[in-house]
């Protein structure tokens, strides 16, 4: 429950905040569980197979920044320089500007920031103990069954994409080319084997997860839930810390640009 809680915790800040420079210090408070956690590093190539299919896409969309009143924080001349723009009929001016760049950058933190934290609790907390405790504070049956079955979906779909990484290098394929556009393209022997064996996946947990009678009946908690000093501590920080964050961002622009 106090793991729950200060992931959702992170999970929210991160997602408010869109300045980068704030997404910077969740980004480095990640190496702390990491490094207790003692995760293996293999898991994070999801996360940077994520990160470097998605800069494409994201970079579009960041070219679309350079509207003076989208900017509340920092200085609307300088966030909208362009670095590289132009004007299109119909359409607008497009281009890198600082604001973009930040913009971009804020959007792969987050991305990362948020795996990172899901993959150390997913390797700290098994699925016994997240069921129980979801089951102990009352969530409906259904959505904890979703819920196990995604849990599951994971880790196993992290082992698939480093064996098909594995795989295709030993084609000869990389990955690795200073054009976006090429990377793209070169992911496409990586994402096609990777959705099919995630459809095969799906089906196969969903299965044993059915042949193990959860979704048969009435599911019960095996334990309650008791929590020691540390425990209340830390939800208490996270807690303070989330409507902290809501606060000054809603009512004074923290973290915003």
Do not use: C
Not at 15 to 37: C, E, H, K, N, T
């Amino acid at each position: 429950m106090t793991k729950m809680m200060v992931v959702a915790s992170v999970v929210i800040m991160s997602g408010l905040w869109l300045d980068p420079r704030y997404q910077a210090v969740l980004f480095l408070l990640a190496f702390i569980p990491v490094y207790v956690s003692k995760i293996p590093l293999y898991w994070f190539s999801v996360v940077a197979l994520a990160v470097v299919t998605s800069t494409y896409p994201v970079a579009v969309t960041s070219l679309g920044q350079t509207n003076v009143g989208l900017y509340k924080v920092l200085d609307p001349t300088w966030a909208t320089t362009s670095v590289v723009g132009t004007d299109i009929p119909f359409v607008g001016k497009l281009g890198i500007t600082y604001g973009g760049l930040m913009w971009l950058l804020n959007a792969e933190l987050r991305s990362t920031i948020m795996a990172t934290y899901m993959f150390v609790f997913i390797y700290t907390t098994s699925v016994a103990e997240v069921t129980d405790t979801l089951l102990a504070l009352k969530v409906p049956q259904p959505a904890v069954f979703v819920i196990s079955i995604a849990y599951k979906l994971i880790p196993s779909f992290s082992r698939v994409v480093e064996h098909i990484l594995s795989a295709q290098r030993l084609r000869g394929w990389s990955l690795r080319h200073w054009n976006p556009v090429i990377i793209v393209r070169r992911a496409a022997p990586l994402m096609k084997p990777l959705m099919r064996r995630v459809a095969i996946m799906t089906e196969q947990i969903t299965m044993t997860t059915q042949i193990r009678g959860f979704g048969s009946g009435k599911v019960t908690a095996t334990r309650k839930l008791t929590f020691t000093k540390l425990d209340y501590a830390l939800m208490a920080i996270a807690i303070l810390a989330t409507i902290t964050a809501v606060v000054l961002t809603a009512f004074f622009n923290v973290g915003q640009l």
